[in-house]
């Protein structure tokens, strides 16, 4: 079974920066795609950012500019960094690992991790 776990979550003043972790324990991570989503108190689970296995980078329109997806080429991590926070960025944050196999979607998500943006 592949587990997933973030790490990375924290409280941070407007403005201010973090670097999300996420470990996939699979042995092969590199057919992975990994994608960062996150929830807010009372609002829907949103797709932030993802990351192909080639490496290919998305985000959405909310957090170009400011925030920036990569995954190790040799290891099992991925990353997201996080700059001019704002405290409509306040949510948890999800990381999902995604592939297909014969046409199907076999995906993983972790717990969460908090991230708090407020002075």
């Known amino acids: 079974q592949v587990q997933v776990v973030e790490s990375g979550g924290d409280l941070v003043q407007p403005g201010g920066s973090l670097r999300l972790s996420c470990v996939v324990s699979?042995?092969?991570?590199?057919?992975?795609?990994m994608n960062w989503h996150r929830q807010a108190p009372g609002k829907q689970r949103e797709l932030v950012a993802g990351?192909?296995?080639?490496?290919?980078?998305e985000y959405a329109d909310f957090v170009k500019g400011r925030f920036a997806i990569s995954r190790d080429s040799g290891g099992n991590t991925g990353h997201l960094q996080m700059n001019e926070l704002k405290p409509e960025d306040t949510a948890v944050y999800y990381c999902?690992?995604?592939?297909?196999?014969?046409?199907?979607?076999?995906?993983?998500w972790g717990q969460g991790t908090q991230v708090n943006v407020s002075s």
């Open positions: 999902h690992a995604e592939r297909t196999i014969g046409g199907a979607v076999v995906d993983y």
């Open positions: 699979a042995s092969r991570f590199r057919v992975y795609a």
């Open positions: 990351i192909t296995t080639h490496g290919y980078p």
